[in-house]
C-alpha cells in the first residue's frame, strides 16, 4: 500500500489574538479565559481555533470579527495583542501511513526564506503555521514543496 502524501489547505482573513492577563491564579484564568469565550460564541465569534496554556490564551478568528471580539474583550479586565492579516497553512497527515517531515526541516526552509512565523503548533498528525499574510505564498510553496516530496518519496 502507497502511503498518501500529506495534505495540505490555507485559510485567509484571520487575526492571532493573544489574551494578557495579570498575575492570576491559574484556576482564576480558567475560569476567566472560560467565561470570555462563552460570550465571545454568545455574541457570535467564531473561534478557529484555541490555545490555552501555562502561557496565556491565543485565540485565532476571522478578521471580520475582531471589533466584535475588542468589545466584548473590554468588559473583562485583560489586554489583548492582536497580529491581523494572517494566513494559517495546515499541514496534516493523509492517512495513518503518510508522514509529516520533521519539524527542523520545516523550521529551517521557513527561515530560510525569511518567513516570520506568527504561530507554530505541530504534533504528530499535522503541522500548523499563521504568518504574515504578505509572506502566504512564500510559506505556501515551502510546505507545498514538504507535501510534494513526501509524495514522491513514499511512492
Do not use: W
Not at 138 to 149: L, V
Amino acid at each position: 500500500v502507497t502511503p498518501m502524501p500529506p495534505l495540505l489547505s490555507l485559510q485567509r482573513d484571520l487575526c492571532f489574538v493573544e489574551v494578557i492577563e495579570g498575575e492570576t491564579d491559574d484556576l482564576q484564568r480558567q475560569t476567566s479565559d472560560s467565561s470570555l469565550l462563552d460570550r465571545l460564541g454568545r455574541c457570535g465569534v467564531l473561534l478557529q481555533s484555541i490555545e490555552i496554556n501555562a502561557a496565556g490564551c491565543f485565540v485565532v478568528v476571522n478578521c471580520a470579527d475582531i471589533e466584535r471580539l475588542k468589545d466584548v474583550v473590554r468588559s473583562y479586565n485583560v489586554a489583548i495583542r492582536v497580529r491581523d492579516r494572517c494566513g494559517r497553512i495546515h499541514l496534516r497527515r493523509g492517512g495513518r501511513r503518510a508522514f509529516l517531515p520533521s519539524l527542523p526541516s520545516v523550521l529551517a526552509a521557513l527561515h530560510h526564506e525569511s518567513i516570520r512565523i506568527v504561530h507554530f503548533l505541530a504534533d504528530a498528525a499535522e503541522v500548523v503555521i499563521l504568518v504574515d499574510a504578505r509572506q502566504v505564498a512564500s510559506a505556501m510553496a515551502i510546505m507545498g514543496s514538504f507535501s510534494k516530496t513526501n509524495a514522491q518519496c513514499s511512492a
